[in-house]
């Protein structure tokens, strides 16, 4: 199946009321096990969030590992909404902080002590973003855990798939769902993109049959 791009934005309300308030649990807190077993060592320091949408997984991330304070960034401003609320609601507001940038940015100072990012790179009309801005604002040796959805073989697959995994969700995620994973790139072409910006030591793997992660070290 051939990629097809999606918006690079959700920008609509109902969109993101819809994304914020879906029921992720499981694979929220998935991304957070998969961090923390790819890289075993205490996630620490200050830690780059990007695309960060509606601020779960960042939450979920400073819970888990006390010893971080997160920038989140996404060019969503309805988005980002739904995110501050959230981290308000948790108290997390002294160890979050969310910012509306659309990448590339030079808004943000380099250095992080880390980097992750959950369902951003098939967002991008260019790819090369998303690992050009983890090379400009992330430290060198600083851990890197990128997770995205990955694009089926068909149209079918691709349907049995939303079928499979959000049969009981509104249809407006049924249909992003859809859209986002022929949006999705493969293995493959991820670390071509990453031969391309100097990033071929780190790691592609497929670890189900709709997400892959890419991990190691900047």
Not at 156 to 184: C, H, M, N, T, W
Request: with cysteine; hydrophobic share 40%.
């Amino acid at each position: 199946m051939e990629r097809v791009p999606e918006p690079e934005l959700m920008e609509e309300i109902e969109q993101a009321r819809a994304y914020s308030q879906a029921d992720f649990d499981a694979p929220h807190d998935h991304f957070v096990d998969l961090a923390g077993q790819v890289y075993p060592l205490n996630w620490r320091g200050s830690i780059l969030d990007l695309g960060c949408g509606p601020a779960d997984i960042t939450v979920r991330f400073a819970r888990r590992y006390p010893d971080v304070d997160l920038v989140g960034v996404d060019g969503s401003r309805a988005m980002l909404e739904f995110g501050e609320q959230r981290v308000k609601e948790n108290g997390l507001a002294d160890r979050i902080e969310l910012r509306e940038l659309f990448l590339p940015t030079d808004a943000l100072r380099s250095g992080f002590d880390g980097v992750i990012s959950n369902s951003l790179l098939h967002h991008l009309h260019d790819p090369l973003v998303i690992w050009r801005s983890i090379s400009q604002h992330v430290k060198v040796g600083g851990p890197v855990f990128v997770m995205d959805l990955m694009r089926p073989q068909s149209v079918d697959e691709a349907q049995k798939i939303v079928d499979d995994y959000s049969s009981g969700e509104p249809e407006v995620l049924r249909k992003d769902f859809f859209f986002s994973l022929r949006a999705a790139y493969r293995p493959d072409e991820v670390s071509a993109q990453l031969e391309q910006v100097g990033l071929s030591h780190l790691n592609v793997e497929a670890v189900s049959d709709r997400h892959l992660i890419v991990h190691g070290c900047r």
